[in-house]
Structure formats: C-alpha cells, structure tokens
C-alpha cells in the first residue's frame, strides 16, 4: 500500500514540519529536518533529525531514514548495535518504526502521511531521543525476530482479527527465520502448552520455560483467547 497524500496533509506539513519538503509525484518521498515537540506519559522532547520518508511500491510500509547520522553517532559512542537502537541494518538503516504484526494493522488502514508522520515516524524518534536522555526505552522493546513477534502478542487487543493477523506475521516471520510455523500451531491443539519443551523461539536449546519465558506466555495467553472466542484452529 502506497502512502496516500491530499491536500490536508500538505498543508499540515507545512504548518507543523515546515523543514520537511514534499515530493507529490507517486511514489512519494518526503526529506527534510523532522522538527518536533512531543510529550507521552507527561515527558516533553524537543529535537529534530534529517530524515526521508519513501514510499516504495510493492512493499506494505514507506521506509524511513535518518539521514543526519545522529542515532549512527549516538550507536558508535555508546558501544551499542545498530540492531538494538532499532535499526534496520538488512534495509539501508531504515528506522524499525514497530512490531510486526503492527505493519500487518497499518496494510488493513491504508493510512495517509499525516497519521504515518505522527503514529509512527514521531514516536520512533521521540524514543529515540528519550532513551538518549535517560538510557530507557519509553515503551519497553520487543526481541529480534521471531521471539519479538510472539512477545509483540501481549501487547494487542485480542480481537479475532488481531489473532488472525498475529498468526499470518508468525507465519511471515518462521518462514523468514527458517523456523516450524506448524511447531506453534500445533501448540495452539494441545490441551496445555508445555514449557518442558525446548525453546522454538530462539535457537538456544533451553527449555522454553527457562528460556524466552514472555514468547511461552504469550502463546499460552493466544491459546486462551482462541479458546474463549471459538476461532478454530
Ligand atoms: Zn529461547
């Protein structure tokens, strides 16, 4: 789904990030100095990053860019990975603006650039700038691919629309990973899902209990809304 642009949002551009330039043209790219003033959970951030928002066919979710280096620097001079400031190092260090199965929402919403700007591209950086500050991540993070799919499960409303798209990004995600997407599903049948059984998530060998514990939460609290809404299996 291509980003979508109107003339309201032009002009919410213009008001409220007037150092942001607008290419309209299809597919549409965005660049310029991201300026913001935002405040979650009562905590204000101002700054500003140099960034590009590109609209790229044939793929669901624009890439986002921060051109400026800033987060490099900030990775570099702290001895952290690119990968744990969420950046996309397999993907021209594109910000990772959320979960997966949030991308899977954001292709059912065919959202314009105005909600893109200020759901995802604000709060990616807003984080940013808030764990620069105080060494936290404001909303808590997700594990790298497969465990930070199953975590990411805890966190949403759990409509059968939720669950079926939770198990599509699962899917995705084992086919992805070179992983047993029928290992889960069969979970899902099991009277109780076990956690003597070695961890699927991740490739330690453990035993899932002792192991990535919030991904065998989340696919027993899966188990239970699947049950309770009668969605078969
Ligand atoms: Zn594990």
């Not at 965005?30 to 003033?37: C, D, E």
Request: aromatic residues 12%; positive net charge.
């Amino acid at each position: 789904m291509l980003l979508n642009l109107n003339n309201k949002d032009i002009e919410f551009i213009r008001i409220k990030y007037p150092l942001l330039k607008i290419t309209p043209k299809s597919p549409i790219k965005i660049a310029g100095t991201l300026k913001f003033h935002a405040i979650y959970n009562d905590y204000e951030i101002r700054d500003s990053y140099d960034i590009t928002i590109e609209s790229i066919q044939g793929r669901i979710f624009p890439r986002v860019v921060e051109t400026g280096n800033k987060l490099k620097e900030f990775a570099i001079a702290n001895g952290k990975k690119l990968e744990d400031m969420h950046i996309n190092i397999n993907d021209m260090f594109s910000a990772c603006l959320c979960a997966p199965i949030q991308e899977k929402i954001y292709e059912k919403q065919n959202i314009g650039v105005t909600n893109f700007i200020e759901k995802y591209v604000v709060p990616f950086f807003y984080s940013q700038s808030y764990y620069k500050e105080t060494q936290k991540w404001a909303w808590g993070e997700y594990g790298h691919g497969i465990v930070g799919v199953l975590e990411s499960y805890l966190d949403y409303s759990r409509s059968e629309e939720t669950i079926v798209l939770f198990l599509q990004t699962l899917e995705d995600y084992c086919k992805k990973y070179g992983s047993n997407y029928n290992f889960y599903l069969e979970q899902l049948r099991q009277k109780k899902i076990k956690g003597r059984n070695t961890c699927p998530a991740c490739s330690s060998g453990n035993r899932w209990q002792k192991c990535c514990i919030k991904t065998l939460e989340s696919m027993r609290k899966l188990k239970e809304d699947i049950d309770s809404l009668k969605i078969k299996k």
